[in-house]
């Protein structure tokens, strides 16, 4: 840790507060930019095209913004290299689980929706407009 | 300090990608932007402003911490006193308008186990997005409050100059370390929740 730490002070001197200026000004507007996109997406339908496209967007931008953050205010960019290997390399098992897992919940749903038609069929009930104080009519659905 | 933040990002991954799968296997989901829609002092129909509030601060504090990380290793005691003390004042700012959103929502009836919220389609809405909710944002939450006392431990240290005597900033380097992965941790729970 101390070697490191040694390795990541001799290397930082040269970047210094330009550096983390210019890094806030990336983030800022790519926060500005995914605002943005939040609401410009705010009334289209909820299962189109376009929508999946956009969330698809912002999903790249905040991988984007979490590379600037782990990369310089975290400087793990002016490590040695076996020290970025160590961390980058197990993270890399959530890109499986992601599609792994994303993968099994939508095959869930549609494997659910073939063969429980009476659970599709609830999920397709819209509930009446809700007047204040009064408990809704629970249509009580066993999560799981 | 990067292997326990390592062990954390699996956990916090853990957490959302449980979320991403109840969401894939759902068959509607609430729309964020009619769910957190209300500002303080404004009101109703106002979707993501707050949340982009909260975001700012979290960024900004997170610049301030580096700066706090870069004056220690410019051995300059002033400078790390006033970024930390700015660092701990972004970190209680988003802590007490987490804690306002969540008396909010409360106050809707939104806690865990119980969901007064309607899916996009108008169709009955499972518990699963207020359970995902507050459990997520409380986790991170917890992690928040515990890098302001962190934070706060590191600027009575600096304070009692036990740094200068060490000769070396660099326990403000791993508190440091811990408090961007708190930001980054919400850089994610914010897209997660509040976007998509």
């Known amino acids: 840790m101390e070697q490191t730490a040694e390795v990541t002070h001799h290397e930082h001197s040269g970047g210094g507060t330009k550096e983390i200026i210019k890094v806030t000004i990336w983030l800022s507007v790519l926060t500005v930019v995914e605002l943005g996109l939040g609401f410009l997406m705010m009334n289209w339908p909820e299962e189109s095209f376009k929508r999946h496209l956009v969330k698809g967007i912002i999903v790249i931008l905040m991988l984007w913004k979490a590379f600037f953050i782990v990369a310089y205010f975290m ?6 290299k076996n020290m970025i290997m160590t961390i980058v390399v197990p993270l ?5 689980f992601i599609i792994a897992f994303l993968y099994d919940g ?5 494997l659910r929706n073939e063969y429980d038609p009476h659970k599709k069929e609830q999920s397709t009930i819209k509930v009446e407009k809700k007047e204040e104080g009064e408990e809704k009519p629970e249509v009580k659905k066993a999560v799981e | 300090m990067w292997y326990f933040l390592m062990s954390d990002a699996f956990t916090f991954g853990a957490f959302l990608i449980a979320y991403g799968t109840t969401r894939f296997a759902t068959n509607g989901w609430p729309d964020p932007n009619k769910v957190f829609e209300s500002f303080p002092g404004l009101g109703h129909g106002y979707p993501l402003l707050f949340v ?4 700012f601060i979290l960024i900004i504090s997170s610049v301030t911490m580096v700066l706090a990380v870069q004056a220690g290793h410019n051995m ?4 790390v006193v006033i970024n930390l003390i700015l660092t701990i004042i972004g970190g209680l700012a988003f802590l007490s308008c987490q804690a306002w959103e969540w008396t ?3 106050a809707e009836h939104a806690w865990w186990g119980q969901n007064p919220f309607l899916n996009a389609d108008g169709t009955q ?3 699963n997005f207020t359970n995902f909710f507050f459990t997520i944002t409380g986790f991170h939450g917890f992690h928040v409050f515990s890098g302001v006392i962190i934070n706060i431990i590191m600027l009575i240290m600096t304070l009692s100059n036990v740094f200068e005597k060490r000769g070396h900033y660099l326990m403000i380097e791993k508190a440091g370390l811990y408090w961007h992965f708190v930001d980054l941790v919400w850089v994610f729970v914010f897209t997660c929740f509040y976007l998509i």
């Open chain 2, 125 to 127: 809405s499972t518990t």
């Open chain 2, 52 to 55: 982009s509030l909260m975001t």
């Open chain 1, 106 to 110: 939508n095959s869930y749903k549609n």
């Open chain 2, 104 to 106: 909010h929502l409360h």
């Open chain 2, 76 to 79: 300059n005691k002033r400078s």
């Open chain 1, 75 to 80: 400087h793990l960019k002016h490590e040695i």
């Open chain 1, 92 to 96: 890399l098992l959530f890109v499986w």
